[in-house]
Each structure stands twice: as structure tokens, then as C-alpha cells.
């Protein structure tokens, strides 16, 4: 099986390049390449087809930015489930879909925590997950890692450091295992509903040792129509993409984690009475277990 990871160091490449550069260490490839990482669509299959080597999953180390400018690296899953056909995805990937998330999201998380906090960078950078977003298009289990969030920080040494730590002690590059290897019996997986970007209330549950992370839906990627009603009863369903967004992530993450028990997770502050009945009751038809904090562990 073969590992991929991605990185995206050149800006001032052509864009119009398409030429990519690789670097071997045993069964991961690392890619340098000129486009901008959310354009790479399809990156996993076109490497398969120009090399015959299978892909296993796909690791993609980018940028990230932030409008309160707070030092911060970051993973996270990504697709834009939210999104109907027809609609421009501002940042890659394609309406509706979502990809599949990468079980090593929560151990690393964790993993990245301990390396940062060992090399100073805690307090003074914020490591943390974020919700489902953006592209490029993915067809193996796939997580971002970030370095975040202005430009001072994305040239900060010790931060690089950090992440490419990160790979080599994740992936297993030294003499110790690699961290994050799913292996399935009935372990229990985090489906994120709600919450902001930064996914805080789901944070709280992934930092505890042996907590699995699939997709993580903020708010935003759960678009809701406001119900009608007349005289306190409804006339309609509620409408908006939330119902697709939910169905698409969870069936993403339960191909992500065969032999799983996907539970979701609600950040039940973070919606209105009828949304999180709307979304409860959603989840009862899918015969999705909702679950609490201590029903992860």
C-alpha cells in the first residue's frame, strides 16, 4: 500500500505548470507541485495512472489562513457536502461530495499536540481541528494539516519543523509505528454536527486518547430553510442542503472506517429548538446513534 503526501511550497511556480516533483522514502510519496492545492482534483488517481502504484490514502500539508491572525497549525477532513449542483465551490472540490476521512485525523491531532507543546510552540500556537471544507476532489481517505494563519507564521521554522515531525513519526518514517492505522472491531467514530469552524465542543472529546474523527459539519455546512408554520403546526419540511450534507459525510465516514460504529455528535448549543429536533429526528431515520461525550470512550 502506498502513502501520498502532498505539499504545495512554490506559489511563484506558473500556474499554468503542471509539472509535479516527487521524493521517495519507502512507501510515501512526497509531491512538489505548482498549482495551487485545492485545483490538484483527482491527484490519487492520476499518480496511480502515470506510476501503477495504488494509493492508500492521502495526506495534503497547505497554508492556512485566518482572520484573526492567531499562530495555529490545524487538521481537518474536507469536501463541501453543503453545496447544491451548479453552485462554484469557492475553494475546490465538488458540490454534494465529501471525502473520505482519513483515520488518522484524530491520532494525529493528539500526535501534533505533544510535538508542539515539546518544541515551545504552545501556547503561542493553537493546535485544533476544523470542520469539513474545500477540495481538491480525493478518491482515498484523506486529512489536511495546516500552517496557519498569515505569512509570518507560514515561514516560521519551528512550525514546519513541528508538522514534518508530525509525518515522520505518523507514518512510521523512524523505527517506531506509525500512529493512526484503523483496524476496525466495532471501535466507535466521531461524526461531528454543528458547532463553529474551529469545532470546540467536538475538540473537547477528541483530545481524549483513542477517539476516532470522521467528518466535522460547522453550522455553515449545514444549511437550513426556515420552517413555516400556521397556528404552532408545520407545513413543510425543513429544506436547505443539511439533510444531503448529513447523509453524504456520514456514509463517507462509515466507508472510511469499515467495521466502525459511527456516532454522531451534536454541539446542541449551537442550534435553534426546531433545528436540532429537525436534525435529531433526521438522524433517527438513518439509524444514527447520537451520542454524548462519555459514549466515545
Same mark, same amino acid.
Given at each position: 500500500m502506498l502513502l501520498v503526501a502532498v505539499v504545495f511550497v512554490n506559489q511563484e511556480l506558473s500556474r499554468g505548470q503542471d509539472g509535479v516533483e516527487s521524493f521517495a522514502n519507502g512507501r510515501v510519496r512526497l509531491l512538489r507541485h505548482a498549482r495551487g492545492i485545492v485545483e490538484e482534483d483527482d491527484l490519487d488517481l492520476r499518480w496511480e495512472a502515470a506510476t501503477g502504484e495504488r494509493v492508500s490514502e492521502v495526506v495534503l500539508l497547505s497554508r492556512h489562513t485566518a482572520v484573526s491572525n492567531r499562530p495555529a497549525l490545524t487538521v481537518h477532513p474536507i469536501g463541501v457536502p453543503h453545496l447544491r449542483e451548479g453552485d462554484v465551490p469557492p475553494q475546490g472540490g465538488r458540490p454534494g461530495w465529501a471525502a473520505l476521512p482519513n483515520p488518522r485525523i484524530g491520532p494525529w491531532l493528539r500526535l501534533l499536540r505533544r510535538i508542539a507543546a515539546d518544541r515551545g510552540l504552545v501556547p503561542e500556537f493553537e493546535i485544533t481541528l476544523e470542520g469539513t471544507h474545500h477540495g481538491p476532489v480525493t478518491n482515498r481517505p484523506t486529512l489536511f494539516v495546516e500552517i496557519g494563519s498569515t505569512e509570518e507564521y507560514w515561514g516560521r521554522q519551528d512550525a514546519a519543523e513541528t508538522v514534518a515531525l508530525l509525518l515522520w513519526k505518523g507514518l512510521g518514517l523512524g523505527e517506531e509505528a506509525s500512529v493512526g492505522n484503523w483496524h476496525g472491531n466495532g471501535e466507535k467514530v466521531l461524526l461531528g454536527i454543528g458547532g463553529g469552524h474551529y469545532a470546540p465542543r467536538h475538540m473537547d472529546i477528541v483530545m481524549k486518547d483513542g477517539v476516532w474523527v470522521g467528518h466535522l459539519l460547522s453550522g455553515y455546512s449545514l444549511p437550513m430553510e426556515e420552517l413555516?408554520?400556521?397556528?404552532? @403546526?408545520?407545513?413543510?419540511?425543513? $429544506?436547505?442542503?443539511?439533510? #444531503?450534507?448529513?447523509?453524504? +459525510?456520514?456514509?463517507?465516514? @462509515?466507508?472510511?472506517?469499515?467495521? $466502525?460504529?459511527?456516532?454522531? #455528535?451534536?454541539?446542541?448549543? +449551537?442550534?435553534?429548538?426546531?433545528?436540532?429536533?429537525?436534525?435529531?429526528?433526521?438522524?433517527?431515520?438513518?439509524?444514527?446513534?447520537?451520542?454524548?461525550?462519555?459514549?466515545?470512550?
Amino acid at each position: 500500500m502506498l502513502l501520498v503526501a502532498v505539499v504545495f511550497v512554490n506559489q511563484e511556480l506558473s500556474r499554468g505548470q503542471d509539472g509535479v516533483e516527487s521524493f521517495a522514502n519507502g512507501r510515501v510519496r512526497l509531491l512538489r507541485h505548482a498549482r495551487g492545492i485545492v485545483e490538484e482534483d483527482d491527484l490519487d488517481l492520476r499518480w496511480e495512472a502515470a506510476t501503477g502504484e495504488r494509493v492508500s490514502e492521502v495526506v495534503l500539508l497547505s497554508r492556512h489562513t485566518a482572520v484573526s491572525n492567531r499562530p495555529a497549525l490545524t487538521v481537518h477532513p474536507i469536501g463541501v457536502p453543503h453545496l447544491r449542483e451548479g453552485d462554484v465551490p469557492p475553494q475546490g472540490g465538488r458540490p454534494g461530495w465529501a471525502a473520505l476521512p482519513n483515520p488518522r485525523i484524530g491520532p494525529w491531532l493528539r500526535l501534533l499536540r505533544r510535538i508542539a507543546a515539546d518544541r515551545g510552540l504552545v501556547p503561542e500556537f493553537e493546535i485544533t481541528l476544523e470542520g469539513t471544507h474545500h477540495g481538491p476532489v480525493t478518491n482515498r481517505p484523506t486529512l489536511f494539516v495546516e500552517i496557519g494563519s498569515t505569512e509570518e507564521y507560514w515561514g516560521r521554522q519551528d512550525a514546519a519543523e513541528t508538522v514534518a515531525l508530525l509525518l515522520w513519526k505518523g507514518l512510521g518514517l523512524g523505527e517506531e509505528a506509525s500512529v493512526g492505522n484503523w483496524h476496525g472491531n466495532g471501535e466507535k467514530v466521531l461524526l461531528g454536527i454543528g458547532g463553529g469552524h474551529y469545532a470546540p465542543r467536538h475538540m473537547d472529546i477528541v483530545m481524549k486518547d483513542g477517539v476516532w474523527v470522521g467528518h466535522l459539519l460547522s453550522g455553515y455546512s449545514l444549511p437550513m430553510e426556515e420552517l413555516k408554520q400556521t397556528n404552532g @403546526k408545520n407545513l413543510a419540511d425543513v $429544506g436547505g442542503m443539511w439533510k #444531503h450534507s448529513i447523509k453524504v +459525510s456520514y456514509e463517507a465516514t @462509515k466507508e472510511a472506517f469499515p467495521g $466502525g460504529e459511527v456516532i454522531a #455528535h451534536i454541539d446542541q448549543k +449551537s442550534f435553534k429548538g426546531w433545528q436540532k429536533n429537525a436534525i435529531t429526528s433526521y438522524l433517527q431515520e438513518l439509524n444514527i446513534r447520537v451520542g454524548k461525550p462519555n459514549d466515545f470512550f
